[in-house]
């Protein structure tokens, strides 16, 4: 089974308050995504990056930022949060461009 | 970017065979067929790869034809654990998008 953990699991905040979700995988992956999922709706991707230093955009437009210092760290923050960010956010992972993504259990985010 | 398209929902009952179709016309040489299986509140979770002819595991099997137009996920003898959103991807694909999936409901 893949080791890849967010944290934390479920967070409440206010509006206005700055926040990072944490994404972590011990197995040395190079490509890592953020994808934002609501209730019962399609993933979309956010944000992903081909390893140290680099990170791009995805399909979805998110007012969201991202970092890649670290091969096995891949940090998303919010500079402001609004109720609009209140969503599930879910980070993965994988070796190859060929090879399966590996899912953390995700951050369900509230906003209030 | 080999686009797929697969049916937005399916029902069927507790210990039939289900098979999941999906088309990919577009798919490139070195594209590997991919699928997931997605939980209420949960990511996806990896099923089965394949590139060709017929892949198996503990899990399902995947049918991919000669021509790699389409794919046929199967699932021998359901239950209704196996009630979930189901997602069929063409890799390597540097922006992994996974679609609205299939919905499947196992019906007692």
């Known amino acids: 089974e893949a080791d890849i953990y967010q944290t934390p699991r479920y967070l409440v905040i206010g509006t206005g308050k700055k926040i990072t979700l944490e994404c972590s995988q011990t197995?040395?992956?190079?490509?890592m995504y953020w994808y934002q999922q609501d209730p019962g709706m399609e993933l979309h991707l956010i944000h992903y990056?081909?390893?140290?230093?680099?990170?791009e955009k995805g399909d979805l437009s998110s007012e969201s930022t991202v970092s890649r210092i670290r091969t096995e760290h891949f940090p998303l923050t919010l500079e402001s949060a609004r109720p609009s960010h209140t969503s599930q956010y879910l980070c993965?992972?994988?070796?190859?461009?060929?090879?399966?993504?590996?899912f953390g259990n995700g951050t369900r985010l509230t906003v209030t | 970017l080999a686009k797929t398209t697969q049916p937005i929902s399916m029902d069927s009952y507790e210990g039939q065979e289900v098979n999941i179709t999906c088309s990919h016309n577009n798919i490139a040489t070195n594209d590997y067929i991919t699928w997931y299986q997605q939980f209420p509140s949960q990511g996806p979770r990896f099923i089965i790869q394949?590139?060709?002819t017929k892949v198996t595991n503990e899990v399902a099997s995947l049918f991919i034809p000669a021509d790699r137009k389409s794919s046929t996920l199967s699932l021998p003898r359901v239950s209704l654990s196996d009630t979930a959103v189901y997602y069929c991807l063409a890799l390597p694909n540097d922006k992994i998008i996974f679609g609205k999936g299939t919905r499947l409901h196992i019906l007692p």
């Open positions: 990056s081909y390893g140290v230093n680099s990170t």
């Open positions: 993965a992972s994988s070796e190859s461009r060929n090879s399966p993504l590996h």
């Open positions: 197995m040395g992956h190079d490509k």
């Open positions: 394949g590139y060709k």
